[in-house]
């Protein structure tokens, strides 16, 4: 896996518009990268003016959940879930067109019994304000179990 990178700000993915999002920007945030969105917009809204980002990324391999184009993902997102966090550009997460960024987080922190792929859609992971992966949840995790650690690494910052 020499194509990884070692620092999570190292990272630049591209938006839904096809602008570099530099993760340079992330520094001193805490973030959770999801390919999910429903119910994280009020965590989201509690947290966003106290260093804490969520960045979506969708994904279309497990069930075609997500099969549209990148400005019709938006669009639904806004629409359906009223989502103003960053989505990204749509990218895939297993593989080897798995996009740098999951790449990185999943070499960082592996699944149940050490599995380094994403099983399911809707898996999340959350990183620290120093850019450390310091938990992976699995996609039965919700918004509200993953608030008490995000509350934690924000009170630590």
């Given at each position: 896996?020499?194509?990884?990178?070692?620092?999570?700000?190292?990272?630049?993915?591209?938006?839904?518009?096809?602008?570099?999002?530099?993760?340079?920007?992330?520094?001193?945030?805490?973030?959770?990268?999801v390919?999910?969105?429903?119910?994280?917009?009020?965590?989201y809204?509690?947290?966003e003016n106290?260093?804490?980002?969520?960045?979506?990324?969708?994904?279309?391999?497990?069930?075609?959940?997500?099969?549209?184009?990148d400005?019709?993902?938006?669009?639904?997102?806004?629409?359906?879930?009223?989502?103003?966090?960053?989505?990204?550009?749509?990218?895939?997460?297993?593989?080897?067109?798995?996009?740098?960024?999951?790449?990185?987080?999943?070499?960082?922190?592996?699944?149940?019994?050490?599995?380094?792929?994403?099983?399911?859609?809707?898996?999340?992971?959350?990183?620290?304000?120093?850019?450390?992966?310091?938990?992976?949840?699995?996609?039965?995790?919700?918004?509200?179990?993953?608030?008490?650690?995000?509350?934690?690494?924000?009170?630590?910052?």
């Amino acid at each position: 896996m020499a194509d990884i990178l070692d620092s999570f700000y190292d990272l630049q993915p591209v938006d839904n518009k096809g602008q570099t999002f530099d993760f340079k920007q992330l520094e001193g945030k805490v973030v959770l990268i999801v390919n999910q969105y429903k119910g994280l917009e009020d965590l989201y809204k509690k947290y966003e003016n106290k260093n804490f980002v969520i960045l979506g990324f969708p994904c279309n391999q497990f069930g075609r959940q997500e099969p549209g184009t990148d400005e019709e993902i938006s669009s639904f997102c806004t629409l359906n879930y009223g989502v103003t966090f960053p989505v990204l550009k749509k990218i895939d997460v297993n593989g080897d067109s798995a996009d740098p960024v999951y790449k990185f987080i999943k070499s960082k922190k592996a699944g149940i019994l050490g599995f380094r792929g994403i099983k399911w859609n809707f898996e999340k992971f959350l990183i620290d304000s120093k850019g450390q992966v310091v938990q992976r949840y699995s996609s039965v995790s919700t918004p509200e179990s993953i608030e008490p650690e995000v509350e934690k690494l924000i009170s630590s910052t």
